[in-house]
């Protein structure tokens, strides 16, 4: 479980899991009709996997949202599971959070780009 703090709650942790709308369960088996009426197994099982990236400590409440909205739609939209480090738990000589997106290599290439856009978004408003 991940907690996430927010400076206006100190103390007050706020956890959020969710769903994971990736792949099928192991022994789970997806069927499509042959075209004569039969049915076969699909034979594209994607796999998956995890990528970790860094999100600036500042920019997290960004990705999360109020509420969790922000975080709960990156996951809905991408069918990736987005997991985000404790306060502290930071990439080794940085600030940077630790925000690990698992499911497969097209959830986490939309869920990782739904997550820099946000970020860039508020990087280009403090430059404005």
Known sequence: MTGVYFSGYQGVPYTYVLPSVGP????AVNYRANGAGGKFQSSKEER???LTIGVADDHIGLVVGRGGRNIM???QNSGAKIKISDRGDYI???TDRKVTITGSQRAIHIAESMILQKVSNATERVIE
């Open 24 to 27: 099928p369960a192991y022994n």
């Open 48 to 50: 998956s996997t995890s």
């Open 92 to 94: 080794s000589g940085t």
């Open 73 to 75: 739609d990156i996951s």
